[in-house]
Antibody
């Protein structure tokens, strides 16, 4: 069974940094693109970033471009999101999602990021 | 960026009724790469439909997707109690990938 478990969420100050991790199991990790998607509590979904299966291509939402960096370690079946220069509007649940090409076909349960002074 | 507009924002229906959810794109969605997700409170979204009309594994056939280009529809033929939730459309044809604002299907 596919499992995606996010970690690394918490409280950060504006301008600070956090690194999110996603541990994947139940599928051949290096065969699939991976995504991060976020959701403000009680609000809609916002796609954040994707990375191809070999890590060679990445894409970002304009709202995070230049501040966030997605990466992966296929040897550890892990996905990461380095978040720098955090803003209050980055506060959200962050979901890791398995990609079938660019389609997100399986999601983790999310980790909460709160940016507050 | 492709903007997706979902309507209505809220749909109030009774079990057994038919639900019709709309998703309109600001420009044509290439290859009809349009997906629908269901999200229940406190849970992660779950993929229901991809490619505008293909049901994901395990999704009952009362759910159907249709449409092409800029206009897409998710239809639930007869609402079951477990179908009351929020539904999001998403285009995955062009980066940045984008979601609609969601339609909440609530019990009348």
């Amino acid at each position: 069974e596919v499992q995606l478990v996010e970690s690394g969420g918490g409280v950060a100050q504006p301008g600070g940094s956090l690194r999110l991790s996603c541990a994947a199991s139940g599928f051949k990790f290096d065969d699939y693109a991976m995504h991060w998607v976020r959701q403000l509590p009680g609000k809609g979904l916002e796609w954040v970033s994707l990375i191809t299966r070999d890590g060679g291509i990445t894409h970002y939402a304009d709202s995070v471009k230049g501040r966030f960096a997605i990466s992966r370690d296929n040897s550890k079946s892990s996905l990461y999101l380095q978040m720098n220069s955090l803003r209050t509007e980055d506060s959200a649940f962050y979901y890791c999602a398995k990609g079938n090409q660019w389609l997100t076909d399986w999601w983790g349960q999310g980790t909460l990021v709160t940016v507050s002074s | 960026e492709i903007v997706l507009t979902q309507s209505p924002g809220t749909l109030s229906l009774s079990p057994g009724e038919r639900a019709t959810l709309s998703c309109r794109a600001s420009q044509s969605v290439g290859n009809n790469y349009l997906a629908w997700y269901q999200q229940k409170a406190g849970q992660a979204p779950r993929l229901f439909i991809s490619g505008a009309s293909s049901r994901a594994t395990g999704i009952p056939d009362r759910f159907s997707g249709s449409g092409s280009g800029t206009d897409f529809t998710l239809t639930i033929s007869r609402l079951e109690p477990e179908d009351f939730a929020v539904y999001y459309c998403q285009q995955y044809a062009t980066a940045p990938l984008t979601f609609g604002g969601g339609t909440k299907v609530e019990i009348k």
